[in-house]
């Protein structure tokens, strides 16, 4: 079982920057691949970033590459989101998921979802 709990979101304006946190519960979670995906009002779900188990490989949306970077602390058991550059199109609850499967840009490939974090991207 892995419990993952996000944190970090706020509002702010555009251009800003703003770094998020996925803290996690799992006893392993080295073996664990690890994504963010963001949810905007009316909208699906849709993958932001990833990266593998050591970090090794990172995988990122168009529409936030070079704008983001995605970085894991193993030891800390944390996952960053590094975001800057922000733009109102952000705007959505951020989410922080766990897998051991993939493909690593399908939501579906996550065993496990933190609660989320607002991101609010005024112009």
């Known amino acids: 079982q892995v419990q993952l709990v996000e944190s970090g979101g706020g509002l702010v304006q555009a251009w800003d920057s703003l770094r998020l946190s996925c803290a996690a519960s799992?006893?392993?979670?080295?073996?664990?691949?690890m994504g963010w995906s963001r949810q905007a009002p009316g909208k699906e779900r849709e993958f932001v970033a990833a990266?593998?188990?050591?970090?090794?490989?990172?995988y990122y949306a168009d529409s936030v590459k070079g704008r983001f970077t995605i970085s894991r602390d193993n030891a800390k058991k944390t996952v960053e989101l590094r975001m800057n550059s922000l733009k109102p199109e952000d705007t959505a609850v951020y989410y922080c998921?766990?897998?051991?499967?993939?493909?690593?840009?399908?939501?579906?490939?996550?065993?496990?979802w933190g609660h989320g974090t607002q991101v609010t991207v005024s112009s």
């Open positions: 998921g766990a897998t051991t499967s993939s493909p690593l840009r399908s939501a579906r490939a996550y065993n496990y």
């Open positions: 799992a006893r392993t979670f080295s073996a664990y691949n």
């Open positions: 990266l593998t188990w050591s970090g090794a490989s990172t």
